[in-house]
């Protein structure tokens, strides 16, 4: 039988692993061992995490058009530990960028670019806008309202510049996003960029053991405290990586994952926004626009990227002190504090920007929506076609088609006819009764300069109309609802006698243009049964009947486009949609 170090030698014998290991624990550390030095190691666990975690979901991940978002939704709320896998790969791309920036800025400070460092430097510099990179074609992928938005802005801006349209569109895949857009951001984010990024950390790493590690010591003091990088480097650099693992852990616990937003829809006015680590270039579009844009989105990004590679070049101080690299320290501080400024106005400007804040709010209700209605299952036309597993999906699209120019239902509408938000409730009753013109109800429709004249219902201000006789009315317009309606909106008997009462006493004339018995017809719609679905499906059928509008109705004659069950839905959709507690 082999003994362990006749197995070592056979192995170290064929492979030379094993020597390369012990060569590599017995490498001396210049300056002796610190945690400053275990940059690399962090960004080198962090990426072998990123590409376990990034073999796992490619597993569940489908990169098409149709199916990415359905593909991430299953992933994130029905896979066990799903939102967790998601999440972590998330936030460990976060970690790639900070940590990227952090050891380009550590390396500035300690004088790690200078001669003859010219490669250890720059591709510190690449690594780290590799780790941007990464971290950007995968905020893509999942494929949602915001990373459409994203790609968008993006694009738009890499056509605006000079010879920048041919590379949008080979990006693009053509003039559209589609599955080609996808499929070339997928291959960028899981081959050409990690492909790269081992190609870079290796040539970096090699830079570290033929120069060694970084010190601000004198060359004699840096050799004086050099020690082997096992064990003492080793664990700083395990501590390192297990403090970062650590952080990740927790941060993907408290957020539980990371956002996911919903399809994009058609007539989405999601505002989207770049990633927190692009802010500022996004901010600098503010104060460059029409011919002047490539100053920000070329020249001034092109001049500071070429700032840093040349900085071996730029610093000609005679020693690494502090003191005699001011300049260039000076240099590459303007340049960061000039970063976070933007960043910090951007973020302010988004704070305070309500519109913006609306939007976001609605589209976070809208991916809480879809990612409930894709646990049923995703159609084959993936994205927005999630939506048909709503029941009331027909409903929806019927409304969108034949009513929302005209009206509102959930604040989302034209303003031409009615606003159905809040309908039927006490509030709306109220409102409409003390004045009919107003452009929620019936001031906003169009009429044509032959029309006849007509002034419609006249207002009910407070001093001819008090409150206490107000309510009463509507109680019993209520109750006129059907029993149905009435119990739903839990009707006040009492009240609605005494509003019945002041109806009949003819005491505001309320009598004198609407019939409240069925079938009789009057100068304004019979209110029997209104707010009701039988109410609501007559009107859509003929709203110009008899016992309706009449000659003064201005709405199509729906009866004669859409099906009763059609107009059924339409009823339905409008009652639920107006539901609201305490009504």
Same mark, same amino acid.
């Given at each position: 039988?082999?003994?362990?170090q006749?197995?070592?030698?056979?192995?170290?014998?064929?492979?030379?692993?094993?020597?390369?290991?012990?060569?590599?624990?017995?490498?001396?550390?210049?300056?002796?061992?610190k945690?400053?030095?275990?940059?690399?190691?962090?960004?080198?666990?962090?990426?072998?995490?990123?590409?376990?975690?990034?073999?796992?979901m490619a597993?569940?991940?489908?990169p098409?058009?149709?199916?990415a978002?359905a593909?991430?939704?299953y992933?994130?709320?029905?896979?066990?530990?799903?939102?967790?896998?998601?999440?972590l790969?998330?936030?460990?791309?976060?970690?790639?960028?900070?940590?990227?920036?952090?050891?380009?800025g550590?390396?500035v400070?300690?004088?790690?670019?200078?001669?003859?460092?010219?490669?250890?430097?720059i591709?510190?510099?690449?690594?780290?806008?590799?780790?941007?990179?990464?971290?950007?074609?995968?905020?893509?992928?999942?494929?949602?309202?915001?990373?459409?938005?994203?790609?968008?802005?993006?694009?738009?801006?890499?056509?605006?510049v000079?010879?920048?349209?041919p590379?949008?569109?080979?990006?693009?895949?053509g003039?559209?996003?589609?599955?080609?857009?996808l499929?070339?951001?997928?291959?960028?984010?899981?081959?050409?960029l990690?492909?790269l990024?081992?190609a870079?950390l290796?040539?970096?790493?090699?830079?570290?053991?033929?120069?060694?590690?970084?010190?601000?010591?004198?060359?004699?003091?840096?050799r004086?405290?050099?020690?082997?990088?096992?064990?003492?480097? !080793? #664990?700083?650099?395990? +501590?390192?990586?297990?403090?970062? &693992?650590?952080?990740?852990? $927790?941060? =993907? /616990?408290?957020?539980? %994952?990371?956002?996911?937003?919903?399809?994009?829809?058609s007539?989405?006015?999601f505002?989207?926004?770049?990633?927190?680590?692009? !802010? #500022?270039?996004?901010? +600098?579009?503010?104060?460059?626009? &029409?011919?002047?844009?490539? $100053?920000g =989105? /070329?020249?001034?990004p %092109?001049?500071?990227?070429s700032?840093?590679?040349?900085?071996?070049?730029?610093?000609?101080?005679?020693?690494?002190?502090?003191?005699?690299?001011?300049?260039?320290l000076a240099?590459?501080?303007?340049?960061?504090?000039?970063?976070?400024?933007?960043?910090?106005?951007?973020?302010?400007?988004?704070?305070?920007?309500?519109?913006?804040?609306?939007?976001?709010?609605q589209?976070?209700?809208?991916?809480?929506?879809?990612?409930?209605?894709?646990?049923?299952?995703?159609?084959?036309?993936?994205?927005?076609?999630v939506?048909q597993?709503?029941p009331?999906?027909?409903?929806?699209?019927?409304?969108?088609?034949?009513?929302?120019?005209?009206?509102?239902?959930?604040?989302?509408?034209?303003s031409?006819?009615?606003?159905?938000?809040?309908?039927?409730?006490?509030?709306?009753?109220?409102?409409l009764?003390?004045?009919?013109?107003?452009?929620?109800?019936?001031?906003?429709?169009?009429?044509?300069p032959?029309?006849?004249?007509?002034?419609?219902?006249?207002?009910?201000?407070?001093?001819?109309?008090?409150?206490?006789?107000?309510?009463?009315?509507?109680?019993?317009?209520?109750?006129?609802?059907?029993?149905?309606?009435?119990?739903?909106a839990?009707?006040?008997?009492?009240?609605?006698?005494k509003?019945?009462?002041?109806?009949?006493?003819g005491?505001?004339?309320?009598?004198?243009?609407?019939e409240?018995?069925?079938?009789?017809?009057?100068?304004?719609?019979?209110?029997?049964?209104?707010?009701s679905k039988?109410w609501?499906v007559k009107?859509?059928?003929?709203?110009?009947?008899?016992?309706?509008?009449?000659?003064?109705?201005?709405?199509p004659?729906?009866?004669?486009?859409?099906?009763?069950?059609?107009?059924?839905?339409?009823?339905?959709?409008?009652?639920?949609?107006?539901q609201?507690?305490?009504?």
């Amino acid at each position: 039988m082999l003994s362990l170090q006749q197995l070592q030698a056979w192995v170290d014998q064929r492979t030379g692993a094993i020597s390369a290991f012990r060569q590599a624990a017995q490498r001396r550390v210049p300056g002796g061992a610190k945690l400053w030095n275990a940059f690399p190691s962090v960004l080198l666990f962090l990426f072998a995490q990123e590409v376990v975690l990034g073999i796992v979901m490619a597993m569940y991940y489908s990169p098409s058009a149709a199916g990415a978002w359905a593909s991430v939704a299953y992933l994130n709320d029905q896979v066990t530990l799903g939102w967790f896998l998601r999440g972590l790969h998330h936030h460990t791309s976060y970690a790639m960028v900070i940590v990227g920036a952090l050891y380009v800025g550590y390396l500035v400070i300690v004088g790690g670019y200078r001669r003859p460092r010219e490669v250890y430097w720059i591709s510190a510099v690449i690594i780290a806008l590799l780790c941007i990179g990464m971290a950007l074609s995968g905020s893509l992928l999942p494929w949602d309202e915001q990373a459409l938005g994203r790609i968008a802005v993006e694009t738009s801006i890499m056509a605006s510049v000079p010879g920048g349209e041919p590379q949008r569109m080979l990006l693009v895949g053509g003039k559209e996003f589609g599955n080609f857009t996808l499929l070339r951001l997928y291959s960028f984010h899981v081959f050409v960029l990690p492909v790269l990024f081992t190609a870079l950390l290796l040539l970096h790493r090699r830079q570290v053991v033929r120069h060694g590690e970084v010190s601000s010591l004198s060359a004699d003091e840096a050799r004086a405290r050099a020690v082997r990088f096992f064990p003492h480097q !080793l #664990f700083w650099d395990v +501590l390192a990586m297990t403090l970062v &693992g650590t952080v990740l852990l $927790i941060a =993907t /616990v408290n957020t539980h %994952g990371t956002e996911l937003f919903g399809p994009l829809v058609s007539g989405s006015k999601f505002q989207a926004r770049p990633e927190w680590y692009f !802010l #500022f270039l996004n901010q +600098l579009l503010h104060y460059f626009e &029409g011919p002047a844009q490539i $100053i920000g =989105t /070329v020249i001034l990004p %092109g001049a500071a990227v070429s700032f840093l590679v040349a900085l071996p070049w730029v610093d000609r101080a005679e020693s690494s002190s502090l003191k005699a690299r001011a300049p260039v320290l000076a240099g590459v501080g303007l340049l960061m504090a000039g970063i976070v400024t933007l960043s910090a106005i951007a973020v302010a400007r988004d704070h305070n920007d309500k519109e913006y804040n609306k939007g976001v709010a609605q589209a976070h209700k809208f991916a809480e929506y879809t990612r409930e209605l894709a646990k049923a299952g995703v159609l084959p036309e993936g994205g927005e076609a999630v939506l048909q597993n709503d029941p009331k999906y027909q409903a929806i699209t019927l409304f969108k088609e034949h009513c929302q120019n005209c009206h509102t239902v959930a604040g989302e509408g034209g303003s031409e006819a009615p606003d159905f938000s809040d309908y039927n409730s006490r509030a709306w009753l109220s409102a409409l009764i003390r004045n009919a013109q107003d452009p929620r109800f019936f001031g906003g429709i169009k009429r044509k300069p032959t029309d006849p004249k007509h002034e419609g219902m006249d207002p009910y201000p407070a001093k001819d109309l008090p409150d206490a006789d107000l309510k009463a009315l509507v109680e019993y317009c209520l109750s006129l609802s059907g029993e149905e309606a009435a119990k739903a909106a839990h009707v006040d008997a009492a009240l609605a006698k005494k509003g019945a009462d002041l109806w009949e006493s003819g005491t505001y004339n309320c009598s004198d243009c609407h019939e409240v018995t069925e079938g009789e017809t009057g100068d304004a719609p019979n209110l029997f049964g209104h707010g009701s679905k039988a109410w609501l499906v007559k009107t859509i059928t003929n709203s110009s009947a008899n016992d309706l509008f009449g000659k003064d109705a201005k709405m199509p004659k729906f009866g004669q486009k859409l099906t009763p069950e059609q107009m059924g839905q339409l009823a339905d959709y409008i009652i639920e949609s107006a539901q609201k507690p305490n009504n």
